[in-house]
């Protein structure tokens, strides 16, 4: 038995730098921390973040990539991560809502939220403040047009967009 | 719901990925950035047995934007962000950037590609119309490493479905280049939210000589039919007419006629398409005419 075994692995070895799975061994680092995992292939990456790695913070609304509430950075751009397979993230830097937070301490853009009532039920809430974050990091100036375009793929069914958009403009000011 | 299970592949070169694509045949997909495929696949709409993932393909293979002297290259796997934002695009194809900026919404522009978009080959697909009105060529590779050129106009074949063979890559999509003045172009689009999916969209390009006089009159509709309507008809009365106001009339008739059997689903139906086809077609042709009157390659 461990005669063949050795063999079959020694050919595997040598034929197939991209090993065909099921299964998928990756690496990821998440706010910073260094993560390997063996997931499923179908695994989504929204499903990754919370029942692999516990972070909760990121929601998984539509499945379809309508509502926003899924968006994370990853490798520096915003993403829905209910449309990518936590396998395509291997090698990948992932910023998740928890990783704005420092030191106990809110970053500004979710000080600003709390601070302007720009959320209600606060679902879109951890979808919302991470592409606030990335509009901010590219446009550290937004018009309020510019901020509605911006966050046109991230859905709110309570506030209807106003204390967003003011929440998000008092954190531009606050981060400048 | 949860996905059926898949072999997944994230192959390092091209050629990896092309034999990939022969080895498995037709339950095999290949994921460029999965903005359409992953939906479908969460809504249990399509199960692919493979997935060959292209993002792991050395960056800079398959996404990029170049210039010789007579094209503009774009990599396959370029982003919507990318095309919308791209000097070179921006300058030298105005229309595509136009274009990728009505694309659903910032992530998804971030991830999905415009080779994963026309490969896709959705009717309602923004690049479908703007590519083939400005004479765009695909560029696909096969196991053997032969390239094919198919033109966009013969590359989109019917509702999802392409002119490639099944093992071949789509690589790079060309445009020629223009005269950076006396050509107008535009996109504009039908949609119930904004970044949906075009209801109707029409692309034009315009060319006019120094006297103002139509060199060129090109209309191309998407969302209207299983594939793009070229409406050629306008390609040969305008050439050497005045594009005033009563020829964009003209215009509208002739696209009337051209829609003689849109699509009719729970978006629109048949006859409210084709009103809007002929609304949005003289919109695209008025807006690339005032463009083409300017100068300066910005206004391209």
């Known amino acids: 038995m461990p005669k063949r075994r050795s063999k079959r692995a020694a050919r595997r070895a040598v034929v197939t730098p991209a090993k065909p799975s099921r299964e998928q061994h990756i690496r990821v680092r998440v706010n910073g921390v260094d993560h390997e995992s063996d997931v499923e292939s179908r695994m989504l990456l929204v499903h990754y973040l919370r029942e692999v790695l516990g972070l909760t913070g990121t929601h998984e609304g539509c499945d379809t990539s309508n509502c926003g509430a899924c968006t994370i950075l ?10 990518m397979f936590a396998a395509q993230a291997n090698g990948g830097d992932i910023v998740t809502i928890e990783g704005l937070t420092k030191d106990g301490q809110l970053h500004p853009i979710q000080r600003a939220f709390w601070d302007n009532h720009g959320l209600q039920c606060g679902f879109c809430t951890p979808g919302m403040i991470m592409q606030s974050y990335w509009l901010l990091k590219e446009n550290p100036k937004p018009t309020d047009e510019q901020i509605r375009w911006g966050i046109s793929g991230n859905l709110c069914r309570c506030t209807g967009y106003q204390n967003i958009v003011k929440s998000i403009k008092a954190a531009a000011r606050e981060l400048r | 719901m949860m996905n059926k299970p898949f072999d997944y592949f994230a192959p390092k070169s091209i050629s990896e990925a092309v034999s990939l694509l022969k ?8 994921i460029a950035g999965g903005q359409s ?6 809504l249990g709409l399509a199960a692919p047995r493979q997935i060959i993932d292209l993002t792991h393909i050395k960056k800079d293979s398959l996404s990029y934007v170049k210039l010789d002297k007579d094209s503009l290259m774009i990599g396959s796997m370029t982003t919507h962000s990318a095309v919308e934002n791209s000097p070179q695009i921006r300058r030298h ?7 990728a900026m009505t694309i659903a919404d910032v992530q998804v522009r971030n991830r999905g590609t415009i080779g994963g978009s026309v490969c896709h080959a959705d ?3 923004d690049y479908l119309a703007p590519l083939v009105a400005v004479d765009a060529e695909f560029r696909a590779i096969n196991p053997k490493r032969k390239v094919r050129t198919i033109s966009a106009d013969k590359f989109f074949v019917d509702i999802f479905t392409t002119a490639l063979k099944r093992d071949e890559l789509l690589t790079e999509i060309r445009v020629p280049k223009r005269p950076s003045t006396r050509n107008g172009s535009a996109y504009v689009k039908h949609k119930y939210v904004e970044g949906g999916f075009a209801i109707v969209g029409a692309a034009a390009v315009v060319s006019v000589n120094k006297d103002g006089i139509c060199d060129r009159a090109k209309v191309v509709l998407s969302g209207v039919s299983t594939r793009p309507v070229r409406v050629d008809m306008i390609e040969k009365e305008f050439r050497g007419e005045n594009l005033d106001e009563r020829a964009i009339e003209e215009a509208g008739r002739i696209v009337r006629e ?3 059997d849109p699509l009719s689903d729970i978006h629109a139906s048949a006859d409210y398409r084709r009103e809007m086809a002929v609304v949005f077609a003289k919109r695209a042709l008025r807006l690339a005419l005032a463009r083409s009157r300017k100068t300066g390659a910005q206004h391209n």
């Open chain 2, 37 to 42: 495929l992953v939906p479908l696949m969460n």
């Open chain 1, 74 to 83: 990853y490798n520096g751009r915003s993403v829905k991560s209910c449309t």
């Open chain 2, 258 to 260: 051209a829609v003689h």
């Open chain 2, 93 to 99: 194809c105005r229309i595509l950037s136009e274009t």
């Open chain 2, 123 to 125: 009717p309602a697909g």
């Open chain 2, 23 to 30: 080895k498995h045949g037709s339950g095999a997909k290949l």
